[in-house]
């Protein structure tokens, strides 16, 4: 799996935003969106474009890939 | 949309139903009725032997489908598929080159069960893995 900094946890709390929140808006669970703020999980495309629409951040800011 | 970006969740099964696999037992019933009336189909049962799985199948019930899900499901097939084929492939090798040479009935015997086995063994760990790859470090990624 490619390494990435993920710098969600920072743009989900911007937001004053729950785990549980931001994964039902994007339609994963929650335990996906722990593993995703944690870099150990690659999200698809898809899954990255919805969750930076709803942190209103682009996805280079929150996906950080060397 | 495609069928994957519909949110299904898995279905709703009671652990306990792991309970069927005692069901593979049966499977030595074949060695009896084999002896008393040569029948042989009884062997077949071992493959029930995979429903032991459905104890994973019951601790992932009512889980969400989303795409991780379906990543570890995709893995788990692939590796459960890949043991079940090189397990019917010895099977395959070792009664026909081998067992096959002395006695052809407990060849096709030996091979019966096998093939039984390596169902059970492909169901059960398709289950068990897709229930490892998603818990893998759970505990790490607690906040």
Known sequence: MAEFECKLKYYRQLKDMTQEQLAEKVGVRRETIMRLEKAQYNPSLKLAIDISRIVDAPIEDIFIFD | ?143
């Open chain 2, 1 to 143: 949309m495609s069928d994957k970006n519909k949110i299904t969740r898995t279905k709703k099964i009671n652990p306990l139903f792991g309970l069927l696999g005692m069901f593979g037992f049966l499977g030595f019933m074949g060695f009896w009725t084999y002896k008393t009336s040569g029948l042989v189909f009884p062997f077949i049962f071992f493959a029930f032997f995979g429903f032991f799985g459905f104890y994973y199948a019951g601790k992932m019930s009512d889980t969400l489908m989303d795409e991780r899900f379906y990543e570890n499901q995709a893995k788990a097939e692939k590796k459960a598929n890949k043991i079940t084929f090189i397990m019917i492939w010895l099977a395959l090798l070792i009664t026909g080159n081998y067992l096959a040479q002395f006695n052809i009935e407990y060849a096709f015997i030996a091979l019966l069960i096998l093939v039984s086995l390596a169902f059970a063994l492909g169901f059960f760990m398709s289950q068990y893995l897709l229930y490892k790859y998603d818990h893998e470090s759970f505990d790490d990624c607690e906040e």
